[in-house]
Protein backbone atom coordinates (compact mmCIF):
# COMPACT_ATOMS: atom_id res chain seq x y z
CA UNK A 1 0.00 0.00 0.00
CA UNK A 2 1.47 3.45 -0.84
CA UNK A 3 1.02 6.46 1.73
CA UNK A 4 -2.32 7.44 1.11
CA UNK A 5 -1.60 11.75 -0.18
CA UNK A 6 -3.40 14.72 0.60
CA UNK A 7 -4.26 14.32 3.92
CA UNK A 8 -3.25 17.13 6.07
CA UNK A 9 0.00 17.09 8.62
CA UNK A 10 -1.30 19.65 10.76
CA UNK A 11 -3.93 17.29 12.31
CA UNK A 12 -1.02 14.82 13.52
CA UNK A 13 0.38 16.28 16.58
CA UNK A 14 3.69 14.91 17.18
CA UNK A 15 4.08 14.47 21.13
CA UNK A 16 7.07 12.30 22.51
CA UNK A 17 4.69 9.92 22.98
CA UNK A 18 3.36 9.14 19.59
CA UNK A 19 7.65 9.37 19.07
CA UNK A 20 7.85 6.68 20.85
CA UNK A 21 5.69 4.58 19.11
CA UNK A 22 7.46 5.62 15.38
CA UNK A 23 10.88 4.49 17.20
CA UNK A 24 9.78 1.42 18.42
CA UNK A 25 7.58 0.50 15.05
CA UNK A 26 10.43 1.75 12.71
CA UNK A 27 12.49 -0.93 10.99
CA UNK A 28 10.18 -3.59 13.12
CA UNK A 29 9.37 -6.91 11.53
CA UNK A 30 7.95 -8.71 13.84
CA UNK A 31 4.36 -7.61 13.81
CA UNK A 32 3.99 -6.69 17.24
CA UNK A 33 0.11 -6.61 18.57
CA UNK A 34 -0.98 -3.15 20.46
CA UNK A 35 -0.58 -4.70 23.59
CA UNK A 36 3.43 -5.33 22.82
CA UNK A 37 3.96 -2.00 21.64
CA UNK A 38 1.64 -0.80 24.72
CA UNK A 39 4.64 -2.62 27.15
CA UNK A 40 7.23 -1.27 24.96
CA UNK A 41 5.81 2.61 25.16
CA UNK A 42 5.05 2.05 29.11
CA UNK A 43 8.68 1.51 29.72
CA UNK A 44 9.26 5.06 28.57
CA UNK A 45 6.32 6.76 29.37
CA UNK A 46 4.55 4.74 32.59
CA UNK A 47 2.17 7.53 32.94
CA UNK A 48 0.28 6.44 29.08
CA UNK A 49 -2.78 4.53 28.86
CA UNK A 50 -3.61 1.58 26.52
CA UNK A 51 -6.22 3.48 25.15
CA UNK A 52 -3.68 6.56 23.76
CA UNK A 53 -1.55 3.50 22.05
CA UNK A 54 -4.22 2.31 20.35
CA UNK A 55 -5.62 5.49 19.51
CA UNK A 56 -2.29 6.76 18.34
CA UNK A 57 -1.95 3.35 16.16
CA UNK A 58 -5.30 3.80 14.64
CA UNK A 59 -4.53 7.31 13.52
CA UNK A 60 -1.09 6.27 12.13
CA UNK A 61 -2.87 3.56 10.04
CA UNK A 62 -5.19 6.11 8.81
CA UNK A 63 -2.40 8.15 7.77
CA UNK A 64 -0.90 5.34 5.92
CA UNK A 65 2.55 5.06 7.77
CA UNK A 66 1.57 1.33 9.07
CA UNK A 67 -0.62 -1.24 8.42
CA UNK A 68 -3.27 -3.03 10.56
CA UNK A 69 -2.46 -7.18 9.91
CA UNK A 70 -5.17 -9.42 10.31
CA UNK A 71 -3.38 -12.92 10.16
CA UNK A 72 -3.99 -13.49 13.78
CA UNK A 73 -7.48 -14.08 14.71
CA UNK A 74 -6.52 -13.44 18.72
CA UNK A 75 -5.65 -9.97 18.23
CA UNK A 76 -4.28 -7.05 15.42
CA UNK A 77 -0.72 -6.73 14.54
CA UNK A 78 0.92 -4.12 13.10
CA UNK A 79 3.18 -3.50 10.26
CA UNK A 80 4.99 -0.35 9.46
CA UNK A 81 6.37 -2.11 5.92
CA UNK A 82 3.21 -0.84 3.96
CA UNK A 83 5.03 -1.86 0.67
CA UNK A 84 2.95 -4.82 -0.97
CA UNK A 85 3.83 -8.20 0.92
CA UNK A 86 2.54 -11.40 1.89
CA UNK A 87 2.21 -12.92 5.64
CA UNK A 88 2.87 -16.06 6.74
CA UNK A 89 1.56 -16.91 10.53
CA UNK A 90 3.20 -19.92 12.37
CA UNK A 91 -0.32 -21.21 14.08
CA UNK A 92 1.87 -22.61 17.05
CA UNK A 93 3.78 -19.76 18.24
CA UNK A 94 2.13 -16.63 15.91
CA UNK A 95 4.97 -15.50 14.65
CA UNK A 96 4.64 -13.80 11.92
CA UNK A 97 6.89 -13.49 8.73
CA UNK A 98 6.83 -11.42 5.62
CA UNK A 99 6.53 -13.22 2.50
CA UNK A 100 6.77 -11.84 -1.24
CA UNK A 101 3.67 -11.78 -3.67
CA UNK A 102 3.10 -10.95 -7.15
CA UNK A 103 2.69 -7.36 -7.47
CA UNK A 104 -0.99 -8.42 -9.28
CA UNK A 105 -3.33 -10.82 -8.03
CA UNK A 106 -6.48 -11.00 -9.87
CA UNK A 107 -9.93 -13.29 -8.82
CA UNK A 108 -10.14 -15.64 -11.55
CA UNK A 109 -13.40 -13.99 -12.47
CA UNK A 110 -15.90 -11.68 -10.37
CA UNK A 111 -19.49 -10.74 -9.78
CA UNK A 112 -20.95 -8.92 -12.53
CA UNK A 113 -20.39 -4.89 -11.69
CA UNK A 114 -17.92 -5.16 -8.72
CA UNK A 115 -14.66 -3.63 -8.88
CA UNK A 116 -11.81 -5.17 -6.92
CA UNK A 117 -10.41 -2.51 -4.81
CA UNK A 118 -7.63 -4.57 -2.64
CA UNK A 119 -6.14 -7.86 -1.88
CA UNK A 120 -5.14 -9.67 1.20
CA UNK A 121 -2.58 -12.89 0.83
CA UNK A 122 -2.45 -15.13 4.43
CA UNK A 123 -0.46 -18.22 4.44
CA UNK A 124 -0.41 -20.34 7.98
CA UNK A 125 2.39 -22.66 9.01
CA UNK A 126 4.35 -23.94 11.21
CA UNK A 127 7.86 -21.88 12.05
CA UNK A 128 11.12 -23.84 12.24
CA UNK A 129 11.11 -22.96 15.71
CA UNK A 130 7.75 -24.67 16.35
CA UNK A 131 8.50 -27.36 13.99
CA UNK A 132 10.32 -29.67 16.28
CA UNK A 133 7.72 -29.70 18.81
CA UNK A 134 4.38 -29.65 16.69
CA UNK A 135 2.37 -32.99 16.82
CA UNK A 136 0.85 -33.54 13.09
CA UNK A 137 -2.09 -33.02 13.93
CA UNK A 138 -2.05 -29.82 15.50
CA UNK A 139 -0.49 -28.54 11.83
CA UNK A 140 -2.76 -29.99 9.91
CA UNK A 141 -5.82 -28.37 12.30
CA UNK A 142 -5.88 -25.21 10.42
CA UNK A 143 -7.04 -26.97 7.34
CA UNK A 144 -9.38 -29.34 8.49
CA UNK A 145 -11.49 -26.69 10.52
CA UNK A 146 -13.69 -25.77 7.98
CA UNK A 147 -14.87 -29.17 7.09
CA UNK A 148 -15.94 -30.05 11.15
ZN1 LIG B 1 6.28 -20.99 15.71
MN1 LIG C 1 4.76 -7.48 7.11
Request: charged share 30%; glycine share 6%; aromatic share 6%.
Amino acid sequence: MKKRPGVPQSRFRMTPQRAEILRLLEGNTSHPSAEEIYRGVHRKFPRISFATVYNTLQSLFRKGELLEIRIDPKRSRFDPSTAPHAHLMCVKCGTIADVRRPAKLKPLGKPAGFKVLSCNVEFYGVCPACAGKAAPKEAAKCQKRTRK
